[in-house]
């Protein structure tokens, strides 16, 4: 069968050749620059997407950093989570999709450009009340923070810390945990402010990056340092993962879903061992172990919540395509309460 391919073209694009974002030099956010590629057509099982928000991800700045290797080509279109309307699809793909706004998952490359294709397991139709600009914060960070507590076997009136919480996925950890009837939630985080934005949110507990409270500005709050929790869902990682081991309740349960601040100390199991008659456990988690088809239901039903009001999606702030480089300093800088959203 023939590949069937529709596509807009707008004023700004021109035919044959987009606009994308790559990374010529691994490192600091100077190496990455923006130029004309060829355009791009949607393989069989493939959706072509033309972007209209484009999400900035912890996971787009460790590659870019050269965290996780040399598997990663010079020249390479980074991005992962976009937004936009449907205008081509390859074989085996139903044609209604053709004109219709959707999310999609790029994989660990392609978001950050004009163009972007996407295997059709990975895309999610949107509602007509949710911006893309909202969809790109919530589409890979809600069903990671819902998937996370799941794995942590979060119940109602349990005790969860949120470490890394002015993240996206911090903040839909911080809300899914409120929404699920958590006791308390506690939060790290760089400033006062950002605590209490996160407290507006469902937060209970301010604490700072180290675990410290807050004395001076919390007197009249709960301003209990040592208070354990029963769940710690990590988005960080780093060398003071050990740290927040020891702030786990008897039978607390740690899962990891990321490492934005490197990876924990080799030794880092023996703060479990220290602990062990307190029945500790610690746990990885990515969402590529959740089934396709749960994780598109779920994230189905964020975005339907979204729409409605019972989610928030936190921007902050909005960027041309043109100045990715600039939301990956304020990125590295810590100073990003939510996440970047870049438009072509």
Do not use: C
Not at 192 to 211: K, N
């Amino acid at each position: 069968m023939a590949l069937t391919l529709v596509k807009w073209t707008p004023a700004s694009v021109t035919v044959g050749r987009m606009r994308a974002v790559t990374i010529q030099t691994f490192g600091n956010p100077d190496g990455i620059t923006v130029v004309d590629v060829p355009d791009i057509a949607a393989a069989p099982g493939q959706l072509l997407i033309q972007t209209e928000a484009i999400g900035v991800g912890g996971v787009d700045a460790v590659i870019r950093r050269g965290t996780l290797g040399s598997n990663f080509p010079t020249g390479m279109i980074p991005g992962s989570e976009i937004a936009g309307r449907v205008v081509g699809v390859g074989d085996g793909v139903d044609g209604t999709w053709l004109g219709r706004r959707a999310w999609a998952f790029t994989g660990t490359s392609g978001g950050y450009a004009e163009l972007a294709v996407a295997a059709l397991d990975d895309v999610t139709a949107l509602p007509d009340d949710l911006s893309a600009t909202d969809a790109v914060t919530l589409g890979s960070a809600g069903p990671v923070a819902q998937f996370a507590l799941e794995h942590a076997r979060f119940t109602a009136g349990e005790s969860v810390l949120v470490r890394g919480a002015s993240g996206s996925i911090g903040i839909l950890a911080v809300q899914l945990a409120a929404l699920g009837g958590a006791s308390e939630i506690g939060v790290t985080t760089s400033s006062p402010e950002r605590g209490e934005r996160l407290r507006e949110l469902g937060a209970t507990v301010i604490l700072d990056r180290s675990g410290n409270t807050d004395r001076d500005r919390d007197t009249d709050r709960d301003t209990d340092t040592d208070r354990d929790f029963d769940i710690v869902i990590d988005v960080v990682g780093g060398d003071e993962v050990p740290r927040f081991v020891d702030r786990l309740a008897p039978n607390g349960r740690y899962v990891s879903v990321g490492v934005v601040g490197g990876y924990p100390p080799a030794d880092f199991g023996m703060s479990l061992m220290r602990s062990f008659q307190r029945s500790l456990s610690f746990a990885t988690f990515s969402l590529n172990t959740v089934p396709v088809l749960e994780r598109n239901r779920v994230r189905a039903l964020q975005f339907a919540a979204a729409a409605r009001g019972e989610l928030t999606a936190v921007v902050h702030g909005v960027l041309p395509l043109a100045d990715a480089a600039d939301a990956h300093r304020r990125m590295d800088a810590g100073e990003v309460f939510g996440r970047f959203v870049l438009l072509p």
